[in-house]
């Protein structure tokens, strides 16, 4: 079965600092995306930034950027110059696989992680 | 564009009543995801749709859950009757197939069951 692990629940940060937030997750496929969601206390779920499996370089969104390591199945999420408002639930999604010749539309999420970023 | 809009944000209801929930996707977008979120089991699919077809209900809960997209701007999913452990926060996202597979989400729906 398809997983996606986020190992640590909670951490904090003081505001200004980089923090990375670790994903790592299971599939057989060779060809497929990678998101991280975030979850503000106004419970709103967005889009972060997307990774392609197959691109080698990896996705920056101003001050979000992934560490993509394809064969270790681990795709995490650096935040640099943390702001109070990024202050959130971070989750890690990929889409399920449903056979296998091809995944679905289906997103497998992880559990959450809780980001405190402290003033 | 206006995003992924849901109605009502809130909704406070009794035991055994109806509920209906009100989801309007991102205009062009060919599918509609219907999820539950709960501390104690996070974020789950209950169903989609593509081209307003159901494709996969394998997560809604039981019977007294249903679903509908009559067209291409409109879903709801309705709870009958309502128990105190359907209360959650429910989300609708759209996507659309471009091959990245992401969704974006509505602002949600908080229910309350007493």
């Known amino acids: 079965a398809q997983t996606v692990t986020q190992s640590q629940p909670e951490m904090s940060v003081q505001e200004a600092e980089t923090v990375t937030l670790s994903c790592t997750y299971d599939?057989?496929?060779?060809?497929?995306?990678l998101f991280w969601y975030k979850q503000p206390p106004s419970r709103q779920m967005i889009l972060v930034i997307r990774?392609?499996?197959?691109?080698?370089q990896n996705a920056t969104e101003n001050r979000f950027s992934v560490n993509f390591q394809k064969a270790a199945k681990s795709f995490s999420l650096k935040i640099s110059d943390s702001q109070l408002g990024d202050t959130a639930m971070y989750f890690c999604?990929?889409?399920?696989?449903?056979?296998?010749?091809?995944?679905?539309?289906?997103?497998?999420f992880g559990k959450g992680m809780k980001l405190t970023v402290n003033p | 564009d206006a995003g992924v809009i849901q109605s009502p944000r809130h909704e406070v209801t009794e035991m055994g009543q109806e509920v209906t929930l009100r989801c309007k996707p991102i205009?062009?977008?060919?599918?509609l995801f219907w999820y539950r979120q709960t501390m104690m089991r996070g974020l789950e699919l209950l169903i989609y749709?593509?081209?307003?077809?159901?494709?996969?209900d394998s997560g809604m809960p039981e019977d007294r859950f249903s679903a509908k997209m009559p067209n291409a701007s409109f879903s709801t999913l309705k709870i009958q009757p309502s128990e105190p452990r359907d209360s959650a926060v429910y989300f609708c996202?759209?996507?659309?197939?471009?091959?990245?597979?992401?969704?974006?989400f509505g602002p949600g729906t908080r229910l309350t069951v007493t």
């Open positions: 749709f593509n081209n307003n077809v159901p494709i996969d």
């Open positions: 205009s062009g977008h060919d599918y």
């Open positions: 599939t057989s496929e060779s060809n497929y995306y």
């Open positions: 990774q392609e499996a197959y691109k080698q």
């Open positions: 996202a759209s996507g659309k197939r471009v091959s990245s597979y992401e969704q974006y």
């Open positions: 999604a990929f889409p399920h696989q449903e056979t296998p010749q091809g995944g679905s539309e289906k997103l497998v």
